[in-house]
């Protein structure tokens, strides 16, 4: 069961180069599942997202549009990126951007103590810079380019060129703090997550760390190094920050004291900033460092990663407009083991739909439902005088499951605790074949029988949609309000959902999950 402590947890923030895709709503769909249970449980919890708008990709990409940087940040964030979280039903408590004053300001402290406590310094600095990335590369991270790029050498990522810079920066002092990362990662073995991330980091840090630069004197677009105004803070180091400028450092000591540490969630092809350098920037600052960081795998598209760049990109509203948020909801964080690659197919997408979902979660919630209206005159009954074993395996299972989706979430498995409340989904729908309760009705003498068996699968289902509220909030809503409970679902203790207290009538419920055609 949850401690009552705070849960602060982060997705990174999107660079606005471009419009959203799945792989940017998969994130933050984990998170939300994540922000959602943990305050179900009751938890002091803090969910926060936002968009990183600074750096020389976005000043190209506004120039090629012929627009202000500023203009083309605030023309995505208002018609892209904010949107996004309507369309997947995310539940963020806040969404910063780079370019807020309570942000800006803030790195400009938070850099400036570096540079007083003797963390960074003047040099030199010549590498292959990849825009795409907004990284110097290791000549290990680049590869031959083919086609239109042949006699180039191409980031792997993004498969475009790379630029040779030669740049006079500020330094900060990274390798420094080798040592200290690496005792890091091995007195807290869960600090980077899963198993293949951490010994990615561990072999990274233990190959030797070079020191960073930390600005960028070529262009203008960024935070001002705040002792000397023709360098712009480098766009890792400025973004970064923001999950604890969001939170009132610099500024609101008591709310910052009560939000960090962190939990983050990022893709896997940026956890060494956020498992490297960031909890070494926070070292030298005297902070604390993040609860942990996650990183999860990639959604591909035929075998690659999801890009706009290579035209694999799919738009969320392509799926919740045929099948809804919680569809693409329960589809990303059920299909995909959550910290692995993930293959995503419209194939796979609309059979799991019909048989997961409809089949499974909505018709049982239908056929309960109906049956209650039906058999009960819609009064929900007690089943004391007719229960047997069957009934109590089943209320045994509740429990279990409940407790079983909890440790996963504590985990972060979420793909785990979704399946551990499956167990139910299924349990349900073979107590039902079992019992027969249609057959029961036909019975006057089997009618106490009836009433337990129609009282266990009620009981059943209101745990069902506290467990997978923060999932499917949409179809939990609707069904809490058909099982007549009180309250919302969502103020249900979903550590205790097996607890829940049971309405007196059901009302008419629509269907969950309907039928939708797809296209072939």
């Known amino acids: 069961m949850a401690d009552g402590s705070s849960f602060y947890i982060t997705t990174p923030i999107f660079y606005v180069n471009d419009v959203p895709h799945i792989g940017h709503a998969y994130t933050e769909v984990a998170a939300d599942v994540l922000a959602r249970w943990n305050r179900q ?64 300001a803030n790195v400009q402290r938070f850099l400036q103590k570096l540079y007083d406590d003797g ?13 795409g990335c907004e990284e110097y590369k290791q000549q290990s991270e680049l590869v031959d380019g083919e086609g239109e790029y042949a006699g180039q050498l191409v980031c ?65 677009w960024g935070v001002k190094v705040p002792w000397d105004e023709s360098h712009v803070v480098y766009v890792w180091f400025d973004a970064l920050l923001n999950y604890i400028t969001a939170v009132g450092y610099g500024q609101d000591d008591a709310e910052f004291a009560r939000r960090w540490p962190a939990q983050h969630l990022v893709g896997k092809d940026i956890l060494r900033f956020h498992a ?65 690659d993930g293959s995503f197919s419209w194939e796979d997408l609309a059979a799991r739909y019909q048989a997961e979902l409809a089949n499974g979660f909505g018709n049982l919630a239908s056929r309960v439902i109906a049956m209650i209206g039906r058999y009960c005159d819609g009064d929900v009954p007690s089943g004391e005088a007719g229960r047997t074993d069957a009934d109590a395996a089943v209320a045994a299972l509740g429990a279990e ?52 068996v129609l009282a266990t699968a009620y009981h059943g289902l209101g745990t069902l949609a506290v467990l997978l509220s923060p999932v499917l909030p949409k179809a939990t ?15 249900q203790p979903i550590d205790r959902a097996h607890e829940w207290t049971p309405g007196s009538r059901v009302a008419a419920l629509e269907p969950l999950f309907p039928r939708v055609e797809v296209a072939e």
Request: aromatic letters at 10%.
């Open 41 to 104: 449980a009751g938890r002091d919890t803090w969910m926060l997202t936002g968009t990183d708008e600074h750096g020389q990709k976005i000043l190209r990409t506004a120039t090629a549009n012929g627009v202000t940087p500023q203009e083309w940040a605030d023309k995505l964030v208002a018609e892209a990126w904010k949107p996004l979280l309507d369309t997947i039903d995310v539940a963020n408590d806040d969404f910063i951007r780079t370019t807020d004053e309570r942000h800006e």
């Open 119 to 131: 963390h960074i310094y003047t040099g030199e600095y010549e590498g292959y810079y990849c825009v």
């Open 156 to 220: 792997a990522i993004h498969s475009k060129p790379v630029e040779l810079l030669h740049e006079k920066n500020y330094f900060f002092r990274m390798s420094a703090f080798a040592d200290r990362l690496l005792e890091l990662y091995e007195t807290r073995p869960d600090f980077v997550q899963p198993e293949s991330a951490r010994n990615e980091v561990v072999s990274f840090v233990r190959s030797g760390l070079a020191d960073l630069s930390i600005s960028r004197s070529t262009f203008d």
């Open 276 to 340: 490297v350098i960031w909890p070494a920037m926070l070292m030298a600052a005297g902070l604390e460092v993040p609860r942990g960081v996650f990183g999860h795998g990639w959604l591909l598209v035929g075998g690659e990663k999801m890009s706009k760049s290579k035209l694999t990109g799919i738009a969320p509203e392509q799926i919740t407009d045929t099948f809804g948020s919680d569809a693409f909801r329960y589809y990303f964080l059920s299909a995909i083991h959550f910290g692995q």
């Open 401 to 452: 499951v409940t407790d079983a989706a909890w440790r996963a979430i504590e985990r972060l498995r979420v793909h785990e605790a979704i399946a551990a409340a499956w167990r139910l989904v299924d349990a349900l729908n073979g107590y039902l074949t079992e019992q027969e309760p249609w057959a029961l009705a036909k019975d006057p003498a089997q009618r106490d029988r009836l009433e337990a």
């Open 477 to 491: 809503a609707k069904l809490w309000t058909a099982l007549g409970a009180p309250g919302t679902v969502q103020e």
